[in-house]
């Protein structure tokens, strides 16, 4: 980005966070070898049937459809940054990556509203406004080319326009007023660089390496503006970051990059669901999905936690893989060790009582590894990546690779196939949600579960390339060369046209692990507490059986104490 008129310039990071899809991941490796060190050899029995995935969901939902609690008779017109500048020239394919990433993370947020249409501002024609209840248009390319028909229609707008990120003033300069609406006008880039954004009186981090320059915002008339939200650096007075006057909300920076739990992200996307959806209902709600149940889980150890769940009257989903497989005998002293739910009738009674107490069964992936070689540990189920290629760096450092060598859509489905088969052949319903072993897996494989699952439950990847021109579905121009990872606040309907049911608050890591750093109740309870600002928002967490009750009790009554509600996947699907 730059300031306008020839001032300071500020450069996108080379990469950015919204979630780090691996940070789940190297997490859970650590506990979860720990727990499985030591068992003795078992010899899984053949595989079953696997299940006709034929006609699974016949109607399979569509990128751009509005998700759970959205309004499908209103649409948006979602606008972003495509490279091309006024000046004719082109932005670097990194910007345009990253201008791609930031247009579908804002489409999802904007299903949780409305249906939604995506196209680069540079595509807008005159009136085009008129088929759509609501536009928000994304600024991440200074000096981008806006057209004179887009900069008129949002001049004279009859409908709400949010306007997030830079070139605020192409408008000011095409209105020939105060930019945006009466009363405020936008001025420069700041010449500090906030740390925190204040919204609804809670302090949000906003991380200082974010690097994409925050505009500074000038209200001239307080009685014409409502103040949203105010920025503010160490020591300095708080400004406003967000506001709204007429039919304009203007937000002064992206809020993307490096954005983390407790991150000003969540005023952004409360705003969104506030001018696209202003009755949204006021309610926070909670989610727990006990993690990594597999076929070496203790029976007891599970049944100790889904009892006390029960008993409360708790709702809660199972994460299962319904196939172990340690194939260098890395946590079997040196044993190839496989093992089938078939194989372990304890646990799948456990399973069943819970299912039948009302519990969610969530297919957690087939075997949560991969055979091929350590994936990026060693191989052995609940440690590893199954659906993307990971390795370790020298520093411990987790990076995503890419797809797997065998990936294809087939290759889904025929693990898809068997492991449902696995479910089938004990008697357990066949799970109708579906989570990505450590949140990866590739854009086709993301495109399948769309297919083939009525939801997720988990934090999406997504890829430059899979919308281009703004029209989702593009598997074949999806680039690996940077995942990009989002946590919800709410759910939504992403841009691989899935319902996805949040997770936003993580787990309990007891120890440090790679480059994450352990991770306590407190820390989760935190996050929980500055994600009460966004309304109707829903605070999703996971937890391993093995940790126990006494750990779990605490989590959720102190939940209770903030003021959430525990609720059902089927419930937050509902909208």
């Known amino acids: 980005m730059t300031k306008d008129k020839g001032g300071q310039r500020f450069r996108l990071p080379a990469w950015f966070r919204l979630a780090v899809v691996a940070v789940v991941a190297v997490t859970v490796a650590a506990v979860v070898l720990v727990q499985v060190t030591g068992t003795d050899p078992v010899t899984a029995s053949p595989p079953a049937t696997p299940v006709s995935l034929a006609g699974r969901l016949p109607e399979a939902?569509?990128?751009?459809?509005?998700?759970?609690?959205?309004?499908?008779?209103?649409k948006t017109l979602v606008l972003y940054d495509d490279g091309r500048k006024k000046d004719g020239t082109t932005s670097s394919p990194e910007e345009v990556r990253t201008a791609e990433a930031y247009a579908m993370f804002t489409a999802n947020l904007v299903s949780r509203g409305t249906a939604w249409t995506m196209q680069p501002a540079a595509d807008y024609r005159a009136r085009q406004a008129n088929g759509f209840q609501a536009i928000v248009y994304l600024g991440s390319v200074s000096?981008?080319?806006?057209?004179?028909?887009?900069?008129?229609?949002?001049?004279?707008?009859?409908?709400?326009?949010?306007?997030?990120?830079?070139?605020?003033?192409?408008?000011?300069?095409?209105?020939g007023k105060a930019a945006g609406g009466p009363g405020w006008r936008a001025e420069r880039y700041r010449d500090d660089n906030p740390t925190t954004v204040t919204y609804k009186g809670t302090p949000l981090?906003?991380?200082?390496?974010?690097?994409?320059?925050?505009?500074?915002?000038?209200?001239?008339?307080?009685?014409?503006?409502?103040v949203l939200a105010e920025a503010s650096a160490p020591g300095g007075t708080p400004t406003p970051w967000a506001v709204h006057s007429g039919q304009l909300t203007y937000v002064a920076e992206v809020p993307y990059a490096y954005a983390e739990a407790q991150d000003r992200y969540l005023a952004a996307a409360d705003i969104l669901l506030g001018v696209l959806s202003p009755q949204a209902p006021n309610r926070h709600r909670a989610l727990i999905r006990l993690e990594d149940v597999g076929p070496r889980t203790k029976p007891e150890e599970?049944?100790?936690?889904?009892?006390?769940?029960?008993?409360?009257?708790?709702?809660?989903?199972?994460?299962?893989?319904?196939?172990?497989?340690?194939?260098?005998?890395?946590?079997?002293?040196?044993?190839?060790?496989?093992?089938?739910?078939?194989?372990?009738?304890?646990?799948?009674?456990?399973?069943?009582?819970?299912?039948?107490?009302?519990a969610t069964l969530v297919m957690h992936g087939y075997?949560?590894?991969?055979?091929?070689?350590?994936?990026?540990?060693?191989?052995?189920?609940a440690s590893d990546f199954e659906f993307y290629k990971s390795s370790v760096d020298g520093d411990g450092v987790v990076h995503m690779d890419g797809p797997m060598p065998e990936d294809s859509a087939r290759w889904f489905d025929d693990r898809i196939a068997t492991g449902l088969g696995e479910f089938r052949r004990v008697a357990l319903p066949e799970p109708t949600m579906f989570e990505f072993p450590h949140y990866g897996g590739s854009a086709v494989d993301y495109q399948r579960t769309t297919?083939?699952?009525?939801a997720r439950y988990d934090r999406g990847s997504y890829y430059a390339g899979f919308c281009p021109g703004g029209r989702c579905g593009s598997t074949a121009?999806?680039?690996?060369?940077?995942?990009?990872?989002?946590?919800?606040?709410?759910?939504?309907?992403?841009?691989?046209?899935?319902?996805?049911?949040?997770?936003?608050?993580g787990n309990v890591a007891p120890v440090a692990f790679n480059q994450h750093a352990s991770?306590?109740?407190?820390?989760?309870?935190?996050?929980?507490?500055?994600?009460?600002?966004?309304?109707?928002?829903?605070a999703g967490f996971f937890y391993h059986p093995f940790l126990g009750e006494g750990g779990l009790r605490d989590l959720v009554n102190s939940l209770r104490a903030l003021g959430y509600r525990f609720a059902t996947p089927a419930e937050i699907l509902g909208g």
Do not use: C
């Not at 981090?205 to 409502?226: C, L, M, N």
């Not at 995942?483 to 606040?489: D, L, M, S």
């Open 61 to 74: 939902a569509k990128a751009g459809m509005p998700g759970p609690g959205g309004d499908p008779n209103r």
């Open 205 to 226: 981090r906003r991380d200082p390496r974010s690097g994409t320059g925050v505009v500074a915002i000038d209200v001239r008339d307080p009685a014409k503006v409502q």
């Open 143 to 175: 000096d981008a080319a806006l057209p004179k028909a887009f900069l008129d229609d949002v001049t004279a707008a009859r409908i709400p326009v949010v306007w997030i990120g830079a070139n605020i003033w192409q408008l000011h300069a095409s209105a």
């Open 477 to 505: 121009t999806a680039t690996a060369e940077q995942v990009y990872g989002q946590f919800f606040p709410y759910p939504v309907r992403d841009v691989y046209g899935a319902n996805v049911v949040p997770e936003n608050i």
């Open 451 to 454: 297919e083939l699952f009525q």
């Open 519 to 538: 991770r306590t109740a407190v820390d989760m309870l935190a996050d929980a507490q500055s994600a009460l600002v966004v309304r109707d928002n829903v």
């Open 367 to 381: 075997s949560h590894q991969s055979d091929s070689g350590p994936n990026p540990y060693d191989g052995v189920s």
């Open 302 to 358: 599970l049944r100790r936690v889904t009892d006390f769940l029960i008993r409360e009257k708790i709702p809660f989903s199972l994460a299962v893989y319904p196939y172990y497989s340690d194939p260098q005998g890395r946590a079997n002293n040196g044993a190839p060790t496989s093992a089938r739910l078939v194989d372990s009738p304890e646990l799948v009674d456990v399973l069943k009582e819970a299912v039948q107490a009302g």
